[in-house]
Nanobody, 122 residues
Framework: QVQPVESGGGLVQAGGPLRVPCAAS????????MGWFRQAPGKERTFVAA????????YYADSVKGRFTISRDNAKNTVYLQMNSLKPEDTAVYYC???????????????WGQGIQVTVSS
């Protein structure tokens, strides 16, 4: 069983940075793909970024490319989402997810965290 656990989040001013970690328990092969998603009020949950534990390869949604960076710390079993140049439209609940399925970056995630709120004020 894999359990992603997000922490951090909160309120940040537009243009500012925020880094949110996701601790991942469970066997590595069961969570080779780790991703971040977000859901704004009244909208569907959408893909943000993903990384593979084994290779460090990353993939980003166009809306965050160049502003967000996903990384991993193998020793701490933690994935980080570094968010820079934040905009009010980045306001959402952010979810961390894990999967052993590496065919698609943006879907087929099996395990989900509880989500954390990120609010960007203008």
């Amino acid at each position: 069983q894999v359990q992603p656990v997000e922490s951090g989040g909160g309120l940040v001013q537009a243009g500012g940075p925020l880094r949110v970690p996701c601790a991942a328990s469970g066997r590595t092969f069961s969570r080779d793909k780790m991703g971040w998603f977000r859901q704004a009020p009244g909208k569907e949950r959408t893909f943000v970024a993903a990384i593979r534990w084994s290779t460090g390869s990353t993939y980003y949604a166009d809306s965050v490319k160049g502003r967000f960076t996903i990384s991993r710390d193998n020793a701490k079993n933690t994935v980080y989402l570094q968010m820079n140049s934040l905009k009010p439209e980045d306001t959402a609940v952010y979810y961390c997810a894990a999967s052993r399925n590496i065919i698609s970056w943006t879907r087929d995630y099996d395990y989900w965290g509880q989500g954390i709120q990120v609010t960007v004020s203008s």
